[in-house]
């Protein structure tokens, strides 16, 4: 069965300096890919998403992430954060065509 | 388009009591599915469907029933609610699945099971 693991609980980083969430997963075939956030009281809002092709995926709001099959990561990255950046990060493997595993999450406080 | 829409926003419970969480789409979506979020668990997947007339079991479906008799609502159901289901419900959208489509998430229900 496919997990993802997100080692960091919470992450605390200053306004205007850079931001990496990691993330970890398992599976045995090609995983499709998935970070999302949630803002306080909201649902979830996706990010961006791997399938295939370009390792380096590029999403909203200014984030990306890389595809490394050699370490089974997908750590997501913003290279300056904005106070509106402040939520919780959750990052998902697709298993087939119906079904996500997801991450505890992270969540991220931006100080001034 | 509304999106993905909950009800209620808010609910209490008590333990042995009934109730159905209410969820609709307007995106004319074929996959819909219900989450729950406990703290330091993330999201766990209950039921799914993707189409009217099929369901299926997700990772935690215990407790729980859902139906899908339209294309646009898909209810879940708890018919003998319990302390351990105190949780935040999200339901979810997509266009035919999820690996390679959006997920669309409703906003939430805060259940409280005493």
Same mark, same amino acid.
């Given at each position: 069965a496919q997990s993802v693991t997100q080692p960091d609980i919470h992450i605390t980083v200053s306004e205007g300096a850079s931001l990496e969430l990691r993330c970890n997963?398992?599976?045995g075939a090609t995983p499709y890919l998935f970070w999302y956030v =949630?803002?306080?009281? =909201?649902?979830? =809002?996706?990010?961006?998403?791997y399938f295939?092709?370009?390792?380096l995926v590029q999403g909203i709001k200014g984030f990306e992430a890389e595809f490394k099959r050699s370490q089974s990561s997908f750590n997501l990255r913003k290279?300056?954060?904005?106070?509106?950046? +402040? +939520?919780?990060?959750?990052?998902?493997?697709? +298993?087939?065509?119906?079904k996500l595993s997801f991450g505890a999450g992270t969540t991220v406080t931006v100080r001034a | 388009n509304a999106g993905v829409t909950q009800t209620p926003k808010f609910q209490v419970l008590k333990t042995g009591q009934s109730m159905t969480l209410q969820c609709a789409q307007d995106m004319n979506h074929e996959y819909m599915s219900w989450y729950r979020q406990d703290p330091g668990?993330?999201?766990?997947?209950?039921?799914?469907?993707?189409g009217a007339g099929i369901t299926d079991q997700g990772e935690v479906p215990n407790g729980y029933n859902v139906s899908r008799s339209t294309t646009?609502?898909?209810?879940?159901?708890?018919l003998s609610a319990a302390p351990s289901q105190?949780?935040?419900?999200?339901?979810?959208?997509s266009y035919s699945g999820v690996s390679t489509d959006t997920q669309y998430f409703g906003p939430g229900t805060r259940l409280t099971v005493l």
């Amino acid at each position: 069965a496919q997990s993802v693991t997100q080692p960091d609980i919470h992450i605390t980083v200053s306004e205007g300096a850079s931001l990496e969430l990691r993330c970890n997963y398992s599976y045995g075939a090609t995983p499709y890919l998935f970070w999302y956030v =949630q803002s306080p009281g =909201q649902g979830l =809002q996706l990010l961006l998403k791997y399938f295939s092709g370009d390792t380096l995926v590029q999403g909203i709001k200014g984030f990306e992430a890389e595809f490394k099959r050699s370490q089974s990561s997908f750590n997501l990255r913003k290279p300056s954060v904005h106070w509106s950046d +402040a +939520a919780e990060y959750f990052c998902a493997v697709g +298993a087939g065509d119906y079904k996500l595993s997801f991450g505890a999450g992270t969540t991220v406080t931006v100080r001034a | 388009n509304a999106g993905v829409t909950q009800t209620p926003k808010f609910q209490v419970l008590k333990t042995g009591q009934s109730m159905t969480l209410q969820c609709a789409q307007d995106m004319n979506h074929e996959y819909m599915s219900w989450y729950r979020q406990d703290p330091g668990m993330g999201l766990r997947l209950i039921h799914y469907s993707v189409g009217a007339g099929i369901t299926d079991q997700g990772e935690v479906p215990n407790g729980y029933n859902v139906s899908r008799s339209t294309t646009e609502d898909f209810p879940l159901r708890l018919l003998s609610a319990a302390p351990s289901q105190t949780s935040v419900y999200f339901c979810a959208s997509s266009y035919s699945g999820v690996s390679t489509d959006t997920q669309y998430f409703g906003p939430g229900t805060r259940l409280t099971v005493l």
